[in-house]
């Protein structure tokens, strides 16, 4: 020590006694004329006592990871307050504030962290008492492992569902198959042979009753359409009070028991079809003057379009899956392209007398097919521009048009006069073909001109005051090239209290000396199937308890189906 040194220094030296692990303090007091070493105890040179000796002290617990709390210019903590107060850039990294203050006034126009410009104005002084960092990675990653989970049961379930559906079907086909062994052993007893029956000796296929549901307590319930890809049916559904709105029920082929209502239109629904390709979008047209697309994975309207009228039929492009046709109350088609979302692309004139378009079908290659209620006829574009061609004017109004666009043969259900012994609806089987007329100049392509050939008329009921639907497909394997199915809205027959013969009731107003012996008038709204090209009826589906009012054609598994709908219930037949 120099002579004159009047300051007192405490030196603190801290070692571990081998002998009973008790740290020791050795304090070193210099003076000038005295030199003092004295070594104490840990635990009495705090003072404290000796549970306050067995405490760690702050330096001990340095283990802490305090890196989220320093600054990163100068590695010092930074502080609430003052000069080195919390702060950030625009880009969000911390600093103090004096740090990043000399740091930005030195030249550097960029953060120290990221690179990213920044400039003084840039500082935000933050108020913090403490700052915590959470490690939140781990938890993101069990959350993205919980939806990858949740997506597979999804997905298990829906191929149980699936799997059961088949088991319920496989075990159908069984039953079937061992009633027909059963016919075949008996007959094998009485040694007739299946070649040796006539043609009404054993069963020919047929549709038969599988499923029948309510799928509306209330009624309302029109409409029709199939989705083969996510196996559910769409039923127009008209809510009984305005506020409600109308729109679908989505039904589960899986599981009919489980529906699900979708709100889309605020006045009836008068046309639905799914989109071809699959991707879950149905379009819908309302009386509402709106054509709108609804996604059925969400349940949400994903577009929606305005027109001048009411909008009676829709009908998605073959040729091009991005535009759709809509035919208004007032005989115009419009064209619309779910590219543009403002308005129609395309306005097509009336087809025939200006009255409502009841039926739109796309053809592939040639363009569409429009039915109003009285006239048929098509527009095709040709080197740019529509052309419209008029095919047929029917003398009674048309309640219903279906086209089958592979072979052109068209359906149209049209209403008949009142006349004695003669149903007042009919069904007009044609057919649609095309020729190519050559144009002059051989380097033009030459024009398509269109033609309509009556085919066979198919007898209906004798009342027809709904504008019920009529389908024309092709049948299953063996059953024929072509059929059609119909609604029969009411047929009316007497049941004679001697025989139990069943007639219809036109034939009896002509024999009154059988009104004595009538025992009951029975209504009974059936389904009717034809074979198209022979015009033979080959079934009647069972009685309904009220008129079918649409119809639609299923395939599944390999298995044919017919599911017809009425206001309260849905029908679904398999042939077998």
């Known amino acids: 020590m120099e002579a004159g040194t009047e300051e007192i220094q405490e030196v603190e030296i801290i070692a571990e006694l081998p002998s009973n692990g008790i740290a020791e303090e050795?304090?070193?007091?210099?003076?000038?004329?005295?030199?003092?070493?004295?070594?104490?105890?840990?635990?009495?040179?705090?003072?404290?006592?000796?549970?306050?000796?067995?405490?760690?002290?702050?330096?001990?617990?340095?283990?802490?990871?305090?890196?989220?709390?320093?600054?990163?210019?100068?590695?010092?903590?930074?502080?609430?307050?003052?000069?080195?107060?919390?702060?950030?850039?625009?880009?969000?990294?911390?600093?103090?504030l004096s740090c990043i203050q000399r740091w930005l006034g030195g030249g550097n126009k960029r953060c120290p962290q990221c690179n990213a410009r920044a400039k003084k104005s840039h500082i935000r002084p933050l108020y913090a008492s403490s700052l915590v960092a959470v490690d939140s990675s781990e938890r993101d990653r069990v959350l993205e492992e919980l939806q990858v989970e949740r997506r597979a049961r999804q997905m298990a379930e829906e191929k149980q569902a699936k799997a059961v559906f088949d088991c319920q079907m496989a075990r159908v086909e069984v039953e079937r198959l061992k009633r027909s062994l059963g016919d075949l052993e008996r007959l094998s007893q009485q040694n007739v042979f299946p070649s040796q029956l006539s043609g009404n000796g054993m069963q020919t296929p047929s549709y038969h009753l599988q499923t029948s549901c309510i799928v509306s307590e209330d009624g309302g319930v029109r409409l029709l359409d199939f989705s083969s890809e996510q196996l559910i049916l769409a039923a127009s559904k008209q809510r009984l009070t305005p506020l409600s709105g109308c729109g679908i029920l989505k039904i589960s082929l899986l599981d009919t028991n489980h529906r699900e209502y979708v709100a889309i239109h605020t006045k009836p629904l008068k046309d639905l079809h799914f989109n071809p390709c699959g991707d879950g979008l149905l379009l819908s047209c309302s009386l509402d003057k709106t054509v709108k697309l609804t996604n059925l994975h969400s349940n949400i309207v994903v577009q929606s379009y305005m027109t001048p009228s009411p909008v009676?039929?829709?009908?998605?492009?073959?040729?091009?899956?991005?535009?759709?046709?809509?035919?208004?109350?007032?005989?115009?088609?419009?064209?619309?392209?779910?590219?543009?979302?403002?308005?129609?692309?395309?306005?097509?004139?009336?087809?025939?007398?200006?009255?409502?378009?009841?039926?739109?079908?796309?053809?592939?290659?040639?363009?569409?097919?429009?039915?109003?209620?009285?006239?048929?006829?098509?527009?095709?574009?040709?080197?740019s521009t529509w052309q419209q061609q008029h095919l047929l004017k029917s003398g009674a109004p048309i309640s219903s048009m279906n086209?089958?666009?592979?072979?052109?043969?068209?359906?149209?259900?049209?209403?008949?006069?009142?006349?004695?012994?003669?149903?007042?609806?009919?069904?007009?089987?044609?057919?649609?073909?095309?020729?190519?007329?050559?144009?002059?100049?051989?380097?033009?392509?030459?024009?398509?001109?269109?033609?309509?050939?009556?085919?066979?008329?198919?007898?209906?009921?004798?009342?027809?005051?709904?504008?019920?639907?009529?389908?024309?497909?092709?049948?299953?394997?063996?059953?024929?090239?072509?059929?059609?199915?119909?609604?029969?809205?009411?047929?009316?027959?007497?049941?004679?209290?001697?025989?139990?013969?069943?007639?219809?009731?036109?034939?009896?107003?002509?024999?009154?000396?059988?009104?004595?012996?009538?025992?009951?008038?029975?209504?009974?709204?059936?389904?009717?199937?034809?074979?198209?090209?022979?015009?033979?009826?080959?079934?009647?589906?069972?009685?309904?308890?009220?008129?079918?009012?649409?119809?639609q054609h299923l395939t599944m598994n390999d298995s044919h189906f017919l599911a017809t709908v009425t206001d309260r219930e849905l029908n679904i037949y398999n042939w077998r």
Request: hydrophobic share 35%.
């Open 312 to 383: 009676w039929s829709c009908s998605w492009n073959r040729n091009d899956h991005n535009s759709i046709f809509c035919g208004l109350g007032n005989g115009k088609v419009l064209l619309f392209d779910l590219r543009r979302t403002s308005g129609p692309v395309t306005e097509l004139a009336a087809v025939g007398k200006p009255c409502p378009v009841i039926s739109i079908t796309s053809l592939r290659g040639c363009g569409i097919l429009v039915a109003t209620l009285g006239d048929m006829g098509i527009c095709n574009e040709q080197r």
């Open 403 to 551: 086209v089958n666009p592979d072979s052109l043969h068209t359906m149209l259900s049209v209403r008949l006069s009142t006349e004695v012994g003669r149903p007042r609806c009919q069904h007009q089987i044609g057919q649609v073909q095309q020729r190519h007329d050559s144009a002059g100049d051989a380097s033009e392509t030459p024009s398509v001109k269109y033609s309509y050939i009556p085919g066979v008329q198919l007898e209906g009921g004798m009342h027809c005051t709904l504008m019920t639907r009529s389908r024309l497909y092709s049948p299953p394997e063996g059953a024929g090239e072509l059929l059609a199915a119909a609604a029969d809205e009411m047929t009316r027959t007497v049941r004679f209290a001697r025989c139990g013969l069943a007639v219809p009731v036109f034939f009896v107003a002509h024999v009154s000396r059988w009104a004595c012996v009538c025992r009951s008038v029975v209504c009974a709204m059936q389904v009717c199937i034809w074979d198209v090209h022979s015009g033979i009826m080959k079934q009647r589906l069972p009685p309904c308890s009220s008129p079918v009012l649409d119809l």
């Open 26 to 96: 050795a304090v070193l007091i210099e003076d000038d004329d005295l030199q003092i070493f004295e070594v104490i105890p840990r635990n009495v040179a705090n003072n404290g006592t000796e549970e306050e000796a067995k405490r760690p002290r702050l330096e001990e617990c340095s283990d802490v990871d305090d890196e989220g709390q320093r600054c990163t210019i100068c590695f010092e903590l930074w502080s609430n307050c003052g000069r080195h107060q919390l702060c950030s850039l625009k880009c969000g990294h911390l600093f103090g």
